[in-house]
């Protein structure tokens, strides 16, 4: 029972560096997406309870802003610019790269040991730089599959994760 109140130790600290202010349910839930990488339902609802708001309320606020997530998300983003420039380059080589280094299968875009998440995205402001892509906050123009392939490599031998 014990190990079920202490993911809740986390939201507790948060709520309180917030003074149980539902006015800052924002930074709030920023702050628990940056915890836990995501906004898990039972934390949503926890937090609804603690502020005396609706749940619909902290829901509504967690699904309008693009920010926020739901569902898990690995430690490092991944994001592959699939905008007009980047895909004139050829970004979707750079998808297919990410998805087969990463042994991603259709509809899959975290891995399962929750290192990497691989999102598609419409533009990265970087069109001179195309096909680009982000990882985490470190931009790479000019990709190719290769450059992904040893990318990838590169992060996962620093993890300690031998692939």
Aim: charged share 25%; hydrophobic share 40%; with cysteine.
């Amino acid at each position: 029972m014990e190990a079920n109140y202490s993911k809740f130790d986390n939201v507790c600290r948060i709520l309180e560096e917030n003074s149980y202010d539902s006015a800052k349910l924002i930074p709030i839930l920023q702050a628990v997406q940056e915890v836990y990488r995501y906004l898990p339902e039972e934390i949503l609802a926890f937090i609804a309870s603690s502020l005396n708001i609706s749940p619909a309320k902290v829901y509504g606020v967690a699904t309008f802003f693009a920010h926020f997530t739901l569902k898990p998300k690995g430690k490092h983003i991944i994001k592959v610019c699939d905008g007009t420039a980047c895909h004139v380059k050829k970004s979707t080589s750079l998808i297919d790269a990410v998805k087969k280094e990463l042994g991603l299968k259709d509809g899959q875009n975290t891995t399962k040991d929750m290192l990497f998440t691989l999102e598609t995205v419409s533009c990265l402001g970087a069109c001179g730089l195309a096909p680009v892509m982000l990882m985490d906050d470190d931009v790479y123009g000019q990709m190719t599959p290769e450059k992904v392939s040893a990318l990838l490599k590169e992060t996962i031998k620093s993890e300690g994760n031998i692939k």
